[in-house]
């Protein structure tokens, strides 16, 4: 077995997994009455389930970093030994899901000494820099082997260096012997769990996880994206935010041109995770009930006339969502790296469900957006938010906003952002961002809210909008805030008071996001590189008043890692 060296001393060990700095999600118990009053074959199917998503969450340790399973054996085989250090190691690798993150105020953790994230992941060689990367692509292509580059540049394939050329081999073969175990664990579920529809989609997951075709994953997004009435709730997740050597190919010029000529995209890697919980029924029924607006605001969209987007203005709009009480969440959806994922819609723009004919769907994870401590929560208005505005906080709008956002992924450009390069996803998250406060008084008006839940809405966003820490560019969900605050704060959507607390200009923040979401659209219509980083450079800025409430936050919360507790998933994989 390989040793490795610990990068933390014991002293940061012990302060960052302390309860005061390790926030902590709780899923589904094992005795929780969501669990227990499933029907049998169901409970015996969601055995299944989390065994498929431990096995995907194996793979996708790979894919983020080669050295992660040596790593994780070695901490496990120390901690046996009594090393403490170790053990708390242990701690924050099962909680990162890995090796590398950053944590809640930006800042890298590296948990051994000697293995530093790389651009590539673990999906590109790890001495492979962006110029050679960039050099050996230009000559392969002039050499010919067009189908060889293909094969490097799809989201699905793991790339390894074949002589002097590199080779891309579709993930699938690459994990073949774990893609076949989770495979016979879908089959399996599919053989208990009680809904037919269900039954169907995990047997074409299962079927696409044993052959390396993508037309097979697109028939089980297309089958999963219909799921709307399902007791139990099963996903391979597969998001490409972790590649950042992909995004580089659109800064060489004589590379983009020579991709252009061949009609080669380069799409960057996928991450993969795996989502498993119970369709909570309720829940569902609050999501459904902007549905009905959907082709409305699809009709509301800036410059909609110059794009096709997944929601059809004259059409039924092919969005399903559900509410889900989380059993557990393995790999990409589960890693704990200063946040974690609220919600998710899927699949992707660039997956081949939606070009033929699949729709998206949109799932809620429901014990993530819980909050916990009541008191910490008022804490931190206490400090950063007016007080005539307190009585317009409700951190149930924020779960409002997020289905706005999520929803807003559906709307606008549907194709070609994959020329934004690195920016790619800080833009479209922009979009989302805008999307969902854009339209907050159009849906007022149309009967979706009442009017003190546009204002609770509104002032919440913008409350929560504030950050602990600048992020690095890296961090799109965290560099779209500190733009939108800047945006914001120049067209006096806020204002930061002599107390030092933020008060927001109610009836101009909608006009404001409609703004910042027309200019945000054209960017992704004219798919122009240098027009998206010129415009992330100008707004990603950490200004005076940013780090004034940052340092607030600071003060309100010491939180700096983040883990959940699977008690559920953990008595099931036993």
Known sequence: METFEFNLSMKELEQRTHKDYLVTKKFLKADAPEYTKLEEGDKKALKHLCKAAAIIEKINMQLDCKHNLEVKEFLEEETKKGNKQAALTKILFDAQKGVNAIDTMSNPIRLIKGIDEKPGKGVYPEDLSKEEFHKVLIRMLKEGKIEEVKAILTQRSVVIRAAEDLAGIDYIDYFSDDFSRAAYELNRAAELSTNEDFNEYLKLQAKALRTADPMLDAYADKKWATLQDTPLEFTITRENYEDEMTGTIVENEELSNLLKEHGITPIPKDFLGGRVGIVNKEGTKTLLAIKQYLPTLAENMPYNNEYTQTISADADSEQTMVDVDMVMAGGDVGEYRGGITLAENLPNSDKLSLTIGGGRRNVYHRQIRFISDKKKLQERLDAILDKSQHKYYLDEADHWFTIGHENAHSLGPKEGSEKLGKYRNIIEENKADMGAL??????TELGMYTEEQRLQIIVTTMADNFLKSKPTISQAHRVR??????YFAERGAYTITKEGKIFVNIDKVVPIAKEMLAEIVRIQIDGDFNKAEKYVQENFVWTDNMEIIAQ???????????????????????
């Open 552 to 574: 607030k936050l600071q003060k309100v919360s010491k939180a700096l890692n983040g883990t959940l507790e699977t008690e559920l998933a953990d008595k099931l994989l036993s």
């Open 438 to 443: 854009a339209f907050v008084d159009l849906l």
């Open 481 to 486: 805030t500190v733009m939108q605050n800047k």
